[in-house]
C-alpha cells in the first residue's frame, strides 16, 4: 500500500511542491500514529543527503512540536 503511494507521490508532483508534500507528511504522519519513515527514504531517494536531510529535519521538527501544540492548546478539556 505505501510503496504504490510513494511512487506516485514521486511522479505526480515537481519537487518544490514534493518538498512540502514530504514535510508536511513528515509532520503529520506522527500526530496520526502513521510511520513516517517511507517519507524520509524518499526524502533521502529523491533530494539527496542534503536537501533531504534538511527536509527531514523541517518535517520531523514540526512533527515533534504538534502533538504538544495539541495537548497544550486542548489540556483544559482533557483534565
Known amino acids: ?39 524520509m527514504w524518499l526524502a533521502g531517494m529523491i533530494f539527496g543527503y542534503g536537501f533531504g536531510f534538511l527536509i527531514i529535519m523541517l518535517g520531523t521538527t514540526i512533527g515533534m512540536v504538534l502533538p504538544y501544540v495539541i495537548g497544550y492548546t486542548f489540556r483544559e478539556h482533557i483534565h
Open 1 to 39: 500500500v505505501i510503496v504504490p503511494l510513494l511512487q506516485w507521490e514521486a511522479t505526480a508532483f515537481g519537487r518544490p511542491v514534493l518538498a512540502l508534500v514530504l514535510v508536511a507528511s513528515l509532520a503529520l504522519f506522527p500526530v496520526l500514529l502513521i510511520p513516517s519513515g517511507p517519507s
